[in-house]
């Protein structure tokens, strides 16, 4: 395996980036990453991008690929586990200290195995994550609508919407200033909607951008008092129903132990395609 680590979006994309597309479900968040990477202020931390090449593949010389950006995890495509495990040891040898991983499964294991080996240093498992898809026709919300109505977001909620953000995200050490970023971006877009109820906003639901035909859900939150009121499922519903006018693949990256948003997905047609591992290096 050759591993080729560069700094320079443009040549990675030029490079990389048709073969990163060509799987955009598997690969959405690096290629949303990707995306991300021309707004990108001067003075924010440069993000390292990975290219794993096996000369002797059939399918090509491109096996996979990463980014890390420090001091966040390093983020896989999917990758054939021989791959991850080369990509952790060149990364482990290399200079910049490295917090964690998270990749599908098995790649993640393999690489967060390689980097201890190289390293000396034990990486723990930390996180799993399960994958949903909806790439087909939505199966019917048969629940009456809840009291209130949807509308969009608004720029003074941002705050508040940001604390929601976190509380959707809880176990997943998002930072507050990724949180309000990532907020702000999707008032501004128009990809968040919040559902309000009596003149207070209860619930939101929020989406990604479109990139390669696929959008990614998140966040997905109600109020403690309010849940069980249908709030998220008619906001689900909701942004479901545009994503199949506009010929979109959904999808969800939920935690494993979050049964009860897993089962709101699926009631609405979505299907498991798989898992993410996060593992932390100490």
Known sequence: MLVKTT???????????????????????????????????????PTNWSRIEDPASDG???????????????????????AAAALGAELGAGPDPLPGVIGSDPASGAFAEAWSRTTGRPAR?????????????????????????????????????????????????????IAR???????????????EDDGQPVAAVGRTAAVAGVV????????????RGGYVRALLAEAVTGQRADGLTGL????????????????????PVGGLSEYRFD
């Open 7 to 45: 700094r320079n979006t443009e040549e990675f994309i030029s490079e990389t980036g048709e073969w990163i597309a060509g799987n955009p479900v598997e690969n959405s968040i690096l290629l949303t990453m990707l995306a991300a990477a021309k707004f990108r202020p001067p003075t924010a931390p």
């Open 60 to 82: 090509g010389p491109v096996v996979g690929a990463a980014a890390f950006t420090p001091p966040h995890l390093v983020v896989l495509s999917g990758m054939p586990a021989a």
């Open 125 to 177: 498992a930390d996180r799993r994550e399960l994958v949903l898809c909806l790439d087909g026709p939505a199966a019917p919300n048969e629940r009456p609508a809840p009291s209130g109505q949807s509308r969009a977001a608004r720029t003074e909620e941002l705050e508040l919407l940001t604390d929601w953000c976190l509380e959707a995200a809880h176990g997943a050490r998002l930072s507050r200033e």
């Open 181 to 195: 970023r990532s907020v702000q971006g999707q008032i501004a877009g128009g990809l968040l909607r919040v559902w």
């Open 216 to 227: 990614r859900y998140n966040p997905v939150y109600s109020r403690p008092e309010a849940r």
């Open 252 to 271: 969800a990256v939920l935690g494993e132990a979050n049964t009860a948003v897993q089962g709101l997905f699926t009631s609405l047609g979505f299907r």
